[in-house]
């Protein structure tokens, strides 16, 4: 009971701030800002478990949705993808041991999400429809910049996120029983 309250409570601010923050600012300016969503997702995955950054992605992908129409359903599916990966990576990189996070791991599973994500949001934007998302420019070094930005925007969140869990969270929310 109490993690399904937490999910449903986390999934809502969350991606209310996810919203707040990336939601009004046009395309690719938006796309710099992936740090925040990034650590929303790390914290979920730690607050809640496996699964909550799915669900924080469903969420803030739905609100997002709603300000960006052109975009639908790309921001869903990416959104929600997103958090998927993470909890997959997250899970599959064991950043857990013991209720502590391990730095590096969810650094590199921050990394990666991010890094994928990205990839497939330019191929499926730039590449493959480039007609229909006519809002979003096209220029090789804008490309490149945004995709090793949100490579670094994972790994600073990560290590974020690692470093409020381990210092502040994990007493409040880490599970002992």
């Not at 991606?15 to 979920?44: C, E, K, M, R, Y």
């Not at 650094?107 to 979003?136: D, I, K, Q």
């Amino acid at each position: 009971m109490a993690a399904s309250t937490r999910r449903i409570a986390l999934g809502a601010l969350f991606g209310v701030l996810i919203l707040v923050i990336n939601g009004f600012i046009p395309a690719p300016t938006s796309d710099f800002l992936i740090v925040f969503q990034s650590l929303f997702l790390a914290l979920s995955f730690l607050v809640v478990g496996r699964g909550g950054s799915t669900y924080v992605g469903l969420v803030s992908g739905a609100l997002i949705t709603t300000v960006k129409l052109g975009f639908f359903p790309v921001d869903l599916v990416f959104a929600t993808m997103f958090g998927v990966l993470v909890d997959i990576l997250a899970t599959g990189f064991r950043v857990q041991e013991q209720g502590r996070v391990r730095t590096l791991r969810l650094m590199a599973c921050m990394m990666v999400s991010t890094g994928v994500v990205g990839l497939a949001a330019f191929y499926v934007s730039v590449v493959a429809f480039p007609s229909a998302f006519v809002a979003v420019p096209h220029d090789p070094i804008t490309d490149l910049t945004i995709l090793i930005f949100g490579v670094v925007s994972g790994a600073i969140a990560g290590g974020i996120a690692a470093r409020l869990w381990n210092r502040n969270l994990m007493a409040r929310f880490y599970n002992r029983y």
